[in-house]
């Protein structure tokens, strides 16, 4: 019993020390995660012609991506249950790309619309999730600039990781799919979101 709990603990670890390779490797590339996040960051604080309309798009995007994390949270699962349908199961969501931006798209506006008014909302098609959201009403109402850049980064950051590893990694390695268990993901989360709160303090 303890050799089992034992063994199942490294295999754990040994698994996380595998994820965080991944990420550090993506991390040497050309188009590294976190540089494609701050050149967004860039691009967005260029085309915006008031600080307002910067802040307002920092949160806007922040609340796009971190709905969109919770759908690769989705695949990941689906793949750690069946990765011997691995491969279906990328190629049925990056054609559901479409789609999924537009519902995406549209649960935005529905939580920006209830953080803008200080978690009030007459009823839309999202509200069984304004409380996911609950927490930056706080933060927009005090203009927190900083608590968004960190958002912002670190949630575009995960995705550019997210879209790395399900689509070159695990095509090219079935055996990652071991590691898109949900304990595992949170644990990359957890990473990458830490790794870009220390950068964004840099900047
Ligand atoms: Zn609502």
Redesign the pocket.
């Known amino acids: 019993m303890f050799n089992r709990i034992r063994k199942t603990n490294n295999e754990f670890d040994q698994g996380k020390k595998e994820l965080a390779k991944v990420f550090f490797e993506l991390e040497e590339f050309e188009d590294a995660p976190l540089k494609m996040a701050l050149s967004t960051y860039e691009s967005l604080r260029e085309s915006t012609k008031s600080s307002e309309d910067f802040f307002y798009y920092l949160i806007e995007d922040s609340i796009f991506t971190s709905l969109y994390a919770t759908f690769y949270e989705k695949i990941f699962q689906a793949i750690a249950s069946h990765p011997e349908r691995a491969l279906d199961l990328i190629d049925s969501f990056s054609a559901d790309v479409d789609e999924r931006e537009q519902i995406i798209a549209t649960q935005t506006q529905?939580h920006l619309n209830?953080v803008e008014n200080y978690g009030m909302?007459n009823?839309?098609s999202?509200?069984e999730f304004?409380q996911d959201v609950a927490e930056l009403i706080s933060y927009y109402q005090r203009g927190d600039i900083n608590f968004f850049t960190e958002l912002f980064l670190g949630m575009q950051t995960m995705q550019f990781a997210m879209e790395y590893f399900l689509y070159d990694y695990i095509p090219s390695n079935p055996a990652y799919a071991k590691l898109c268990g949900p304990e595992y993901i949170q644990y990359w989360r957890e990473l990458i979101y830490n790794y870009c709160k220390v950068k964004a303090r840099e900047l």
């Open positions: 529905h209830f909302c009823g839309c999202s509200c304004h």
